[in-house]
């Protein structure tokens, strides 16, 4: 978290739908938090749950996986894989006592450049609210 | 179980000509314990045993077992490897053949019904270890410990085993050769291990794995003893990318450990292993146990029951539970 209090939210998109749908409310000038990072993958089912906690390792305060919705998958069945794992790292991270409101998934479709902005405003408010995640920074040893 | 028996059958399989050895339970050297037997010949089928003392899951040397290159014209050994399981090693096996790392010709599958292991903790706390053998045995109420010639009948609830009282497989699901008659389940206990720890709320969770995991040593144990864990080139060895790093700190054990659980989701069996090594005295068993019960309850999924089912994180259905999703 910045030192005026903004949350830092990494955010993994999926090309083919997401990324197109955050590029959509980007040219129809929606407004939306400018805290989200965007990392482009091909799929939400190549994100691998260790990305999600290597990103709160090392200085987000929330991460987002976002997606096509269920069928639409560009390759099938990738985020019906995705939906499984991610789930199960959610109740584990929920079971480890990290902030259940740090994580969110989301499918985002290509068209749906309004419904891109209010996941990442309701990302962004529970990444606020609950505060920074300073606990379980990597150290970084300073030479 | 009737030892004589036992050893019979076991000096009968290693006779065999297409088994090369088999791995079961021999006393150990003294108090109570037990250690893991390579059997070769009749000889080393007379020191068998099967107590209560035999918590081991030794399915975990399926994979442990060091394949080197071989000089060139020599073939490889393909003979079989002989087994002996308890209830929840089977699955442990049954997993291994879901996945492939083990091929069911492979393997001679030894069933033992078990009617619950003694807490080995427990046990030395109460009757502190002597320098010579001690025995321990199965009555019909509990268990008889003897020791030094000195025999104590011991209520069953006073010295079984966490994971034994939650166990609902004692019986092996999957065998080549049954020894013994299968024994009655039990009621499996609530897992109170868990509930403690759920009841908390997510701040209180934080603090208290935050506890448990500031003693991780990363001594890698629980992974190494685990009989799922056998990736030859693992995630949290790994250094490039470096996915967890070797600093033995809160955020790396952390990781680390939540890394660990995630991986065994949907295909830990609860042999409750990882928590019995572990020096530190984390309760891994809790972690694994809720992914358990997580997948249990949300997906309707049990590893080790089916050896043709389909691995649990490389495969979905269509309508898995997505109220998390926004």
């Known amino acids: 978290m910045s030192a005026n209090n903004e949350p830092n939210i990494v955010a993994f998109l999926c090309n083919w739908c997401s990324y197109a749908g955050a590029d959509l409310a980007g040219t129809s000038r929606v407004h939306y938090p400018s805290n989200v990072q965007v990392i482009r993958v091909m799929c939400t089912g190549r994100v691998n749950p260790l990305y999600v906690m290597n990103a709160l390792q090392q200085g987000a305060d929330g991460v987002l996986v976002s997606g096509c919705h269920p069928g639409d998958c560009h390759y099938m069945e990738g985020n019906y894989y995705a939906r499984r794992r991610l789930g199960m790292l959610k109740d584990l991270m929920e079971f480890v006592g990290v902030d259940p409101r740090r994580f969110h998934m989301s499918w985002v479709s290509a068209s749906e450049g309004h419904k891109w902005k209010e996941v990442v405003e309701k990302t962004v408010e529970d990444a606020r609210e609950a505060g920074s995640f300073e606990g379980f920074r990597r150290r970084q040893i300073d030479w | ?326």
């Open chain 2, 1 to 326: 179980m009737d030892l004589e028996k036992l050893r019979e059958t076991a000096a009968e399989v290693v006779a065999r000509e297409d088994v090369k050895y088999l791995i079961g339970w021999k006393n150990g050297s003294y108090g109570y314990r037990v250690a893991p037997a390579f059997i070769e010949d009749a000889e080393g089928a007379a020191e068998l045993i099967f107590s209560p003392l035999c918590i081991s899951n030794l399915s975990t040397y399926l994979t442990l077992v060091e394949k080197l290159p071989l000089p060139r014209g020599q073939e490889p050994d393909t003979r079989k490897i002989a087994l002996m399981v308890k209830g929840c090693d089977s699955r442990a096996v049954t997993q291994l053949l879901v996945e492939k790392g083990i091929e069911r010709d492979g393997v001679v599958v030894i069933g033992c019904p078990c009617p619950g292991m003694i807490d080995y903790d427990l046990l030395a706390e109460k009757y502190p270890e002597t320098e010579g053998l001690s025995e321990v045995k199965w009555t019909d109420d509990g268990f008889l410990v003897i020791r030094d010639g000195e025999e104590t009948n011991v209520t069953r609830d006073e010295l079984l085993a966490e994971k034994c009282r939650l166990c609902r497989y004692p019986n092996p699901l999957i065998s080549d050769i049954m020894l013994g008659e299968p024994v009655e389940t039990w009621e499996p206990a609530e897992d109170k291990g868990v509930e403690e720890v759920d009841k908390k709320d997510v701040n209180g969770r934080w603090a208290y794995w935050e506890e448990q995991f500031s003693n991780c040593i990363r001594c890698y144990s629980c992974r190494n003893v685990c009989p799922l864990c056998y990736c030859q080139d693992c995630i949290l060895d790994r250094l490039n990318p470096t996915w967890v790093n070797r600093a033995v700190n809160f955020s790396e054990n952390t990781a680390f450990n939540i890394a660990r659980a995630f991986h065994l989701a949907g295909r830990c069996i609860e042999c409750g292993e990882c928590e019995r090594v572990c020096p530190a005295n984390i309760p891994l068993g809790r972690l694994n146990r809720k992914m358990a019960r997580e997948v249990r309850d949300k997906y309707g999924f049990e590893p080790g029951l089916d050896p043709e089912a389909e691995p649990f994180q490389a495969s979905y259905k269509p309508d898995d539970p997505e109220d998390f999703i926004l």
